[in-house]
């Protein structure tokens, strides 16, 4: 169960440094279905999403986006704000473009503290994902054509293992597993899911 008193020296303690980020091995889909790895030859493509971590005054919370109904992947589905890496950036630079571009989180209210391992998932992204505290005091714009909303998920509850279900469904006419932490009318699954479980596994395991 999260401490809160002692989390942000877990966090900065345990996450890899920003000049060094994911450089263990990747967890990813794989892990609990090997059918989801990529095709022998895929092109890899790299993304990067920000975890942001607020602190309010009742305990840390995780900020998460659900992605707008109409768009013709992903639809509906929620995510860490971020996106594909362009040319020329770092991991770090994509994931604060995309938060801003997402969502409209300013740089400003932003803290990196570091990362954990990459996540790769079957449809052939490789994703670092960096945790960042975020001033509680932030407004959002949202980009409506990306992201439906946003909501926030208290860390007690995300780093509860009890919350954390592994489900069988199919996917491209195949059975699969992937993780699924339910929370109020909200379904959290897939790659944001298996990240944050990734991540209790390195701040507490």
Excluded: C
Excluded at 46 to 59: E, F, T, Y
Excluded at 180 to 199: H, S
């Amino acid at each position: 169960m999260i401490d809160d008193s002692d989390f942000e020296a877990r966090l900065r303690a345990r996450l890899d440094p920003l000049d060094a980020l994911a450089q263990g091995a990747p967890h990813g889909d794989f892990e609990l279905d090997p059918s989801w790895s990529p095709p022998a030859g895929a092109v890899i493509k790299p993304a990067a999403v920000l975890a942001p971590i607020v602190k309010r005054d009742n305990g840390w919370t995780m900020l998460f986006t659900q992605r707008a109904h109409d768009l013709p992947t992903h639809a509906g589905q929620i995510s860490f704000p971020g996106g594909r890496i362009e040319t020329g950036e770092t991991p770090l630079e994509a994931a604060l473009r995309e938060t801003e571009e997402e969502i409209g989180l300013t740089r400003a209210l932003i803290n990196p503290v570091g990362g954990w391992n990459a996540y790769e998932t079957g449809t052939g992204f490789r994703i670092v994902p960096i945790a960042g505290l975020v001033a509680p005091e932030f407004m959002l714009t949202l980009e409506a054509r990306e992201v439906a909303e946003t909501f926030e998920v208290p860390l007690r509850f995300l780093f509860d293992p009890a919350n954390h279900e592994r489900r069988e469904g199919e996917w491209r006419g195949r059975k699969s597993s992937y993780w699924v932490m339910p929370y109020e009318n909200r379904f959290i699954w897939g790659a944001t899911a298996g990240m944050i479980r990734a991540l209790y596994e390195r701040l507490y395991e």
